[in-house]
């Protein structure tokens, strides 16, 4: 059962941000140690991704493990209330992510997906860029 009234909950739901998130800051801030530029969430491409890396036709996806369903991850749990309506809505959000990527792939673009349990271990977060630039 819910602890919170339906009202806020709702005032609480509407403040979860979909872009400037803190796991999108930490890797901006990584991305820019290590000497990379960036463009944010451009509208052009399919999904407006987080950071874009147009110099290395690479776009980089900064997804929260709830929202986005981390495969394995303790975070991706669904809620007790009304799990008929989350499952539908975390059913498209992962059809609506796996067919950005594809788009983005069949463009040209090498896609990225960092998980915010991931996010964690700065240095594997720099590793995983630099590989995906020099890929």
Do not use: Y
């Not at 979909?18 to 463009?39: C, N, Q, S, W």
């Not at 052009?44 to 709830?66: S, T, Y």
């Amino acid at each position: 059962m819910d602890k919170l009234d339906p009202e806020r909950r709702s005032a609480n739901m509407a403040r979860v941000r979909g872009k400037d998130t803190g796991p999108e800051m930490r890797v901006r801030r990584i991305a820019h140690r290590i000497g990379l530029r960036f463009r944010l969430h451009r509208k052009d491409l399919p999904g407006k991704p987080d950071l874009v890396f147009p110099k290395h036709r690479l776009v980089v996806f900064v997804h929260g493990c709830f929202w986005h369903r981390h495969p394995g991850c303790n975070r991706a749990s669904t809620p007790a209330t009304r799990p008929e309506f989350w499952q539908a809505k975390f059913e498209a959000t992962v059809a609506r992510d796996n067919r950005q990527q594809q788009v983005l792939e069949a463009a040209g673009w090498k896609v990225l997906v960092l998980w915010e349990c991931g996010l964690k271990d700065e240095a594997v977060v720099e590793r995983r860029l630099r590989e995906a630039i020099a890929a």
